[in-house]
């Protein structure tokens, strides 16, 4: 019997997590950027038309919403500093 309740506990906490997560990664952002980062989607953060860049910072989607925050920086904004949106919406 303690077997099939931790069992069914486990199963639950997996389904809640699962369920917070998809709702998270299929809509709008959770948090924002602070001043001078910019919002953008995972997958639309780069250009990919061929010019080399540098990422600096943790690019993780630490939240599971899909977006992080990134700022150009250097004079030919070659660079690209990322941190997750994790400033809160007001």
Do not use: E, W
């Not at 369920?19 to 602070?34: E, F, K, R, W």
């Not at 953008?40 to 990919?48: F, N, P």
């Amino acid at each position: 019997m303690k077997l099939t309740s931790r069992s069914f506990i486990i199963v639950v906490l997996l389904l809640v997590t699962s369920y917070t997560t998809a709702l998270a990664q299929g809509g709008d952002p959770v948090g924002g950027c602070p001043d001078s980062f910019h919002l953008h989607q995972m997958m639309d953060h780069d250009d990919h038309s061929g010019h080399m860049h540098h990422h600096v910072g943790n690019d993780k989607d630490q939240n599971g919403d899909g977006y992080l925050c990134v700022k150009h920086v250097g004079k030919d904004g070659i660079n690209h500093v990322h941190i997750d949106n994790n400033i809160p919406l007001n």
